[in-house]
Each structure stands twice: as C-alpha cells, then as structure tokens.
C-alpha cells in the first residue's frame, strides 16, 4: 500500500515539475467553400489568422486536385494576433462536381521546446458547369481571357484593333474623295 503510494505521489510531482506544453492556434475563415463555376479561372479568398502568443509557420495545401487546384502562398510566417489572406486559384478543367478539403497546418518556429502543432481541415465544394453564351462574342472574349493576365489588356488590345480599323476606314474614305 505504501508503494503504490508513493509512486502515485512521484507521479504528481513528475507532472507538477515537467516543462509546459504550447500549442499552436489557427483560425480560418470561412469554415467551408462552395464554388459555382463556368469560367476557366475562378479566385476564392480564405483568412488565416493566428490568434496565438506565438509566431507560427503555416502551410496551406489540398488533398486532392492540387493539379488544378492552387493556393497562394502555401507556406508562409504568421505573427501572433495578426492574419493572412490566401487565395484559391481554381482552373476548372472538365465539367462536374468535386469535393475535396483544405489543410492548413500551424507549427511553431522554435524548435527548443516541445509545441504541439494545430491544423484545420475546410471542406470545398467545386461545381463546374458548361460554358454556355448566347451571344457568339462573350465566348470568343472568354476563350481570349486566358491569354491575359487581366481584363484591362484585353480591353486594350481590343481598343487599339478598334482605333487601327476606323484608322483604315478614314484612309480609304480619303482616297475615294481624292478620285
């Protein structure tokens, strides 16, 4: 009986004495993404926030379809009490519904001590659609999109074609007045 005792008791005092254990805290919003999709580039914002004492490095990564699925940044330095912005960058390639989860995995900078790790997991939902358009223009625009970085040097190059033809135009008018 005084045995058990007193190891019971050594036991107390191994936990009272032993280091303490940090973990890691993450935050991340929204808790879950449903994408509705026809285009072939679609960009979706999550917040990670580290609302922890401790700095953190975080990596951000997909389960699945991370062929056609990318996030930016992947991996990057969070300040306690301070957030980030990560975006989604979704290149639908065929048509159909795909489920997948985000993982984003908080470890601590300082190797010294032993600190516990925290993840999250996100659930997304991509829906992907046919391209459908009416309108015979909206699709040829579509389909030169992704030849652009962004919309205004597609509207630039359209405006300098526009200017080049009433250009023509004007000078063909001037030769027929000049006969």
């Known amino acids: 009986m005084k045995k058990n005792l007193l ?47 401790n700095v953190a490095l975080l990596e951000v990564y997909l389960d699945n379809f991370s062929d056609w699925v990318k996030i930016k940044p992947e991996s990057f330095i969070l300040e306690a009490k301070k ?19 985000i993982s984003v995995v908080a470890k601590p900078l300082s190797e010294r001590e ?23 223009m909206a699709s040829v625009l579509e389909n030169f999109k992704g030849l652009f970085k962004n919309q205004q040097s597609l509207i630039y190059i359209f405006g300098v074609i526009l200017i080049l033809i009433l250009f023509g135009l004007l000078i063909g008018k001037n030769k027929k007045a000049k006969l």
């Open 83 to 101: 957030s980030q912005k990560a975006i989604l960058e979704i290149e639908s390639k065929e048509t159909g519904v795909f489920f997948t989860t």
């Open 7 to 53: 190891i019971l008791i050594l036991i107390i005092i191994s936990f009272l004495t032993a280091n303490s254990v940090e973990a890691v805290s993450i935050k991340v919003s929204p808790s879950e993404i449903k994408i509705e999709t026809s285009a072939s580039l679609t960009k979706k914002e999550i917040t990670i926030e580290n609302p922890g004492d």
């Open 114 to 136: 032993f600190k516990a790790n925290a993840g999250v997991k996100i659930p997304i939902e991509v829906r992907v659609s046919e391209k459908k358009s009416n309108f015979w």
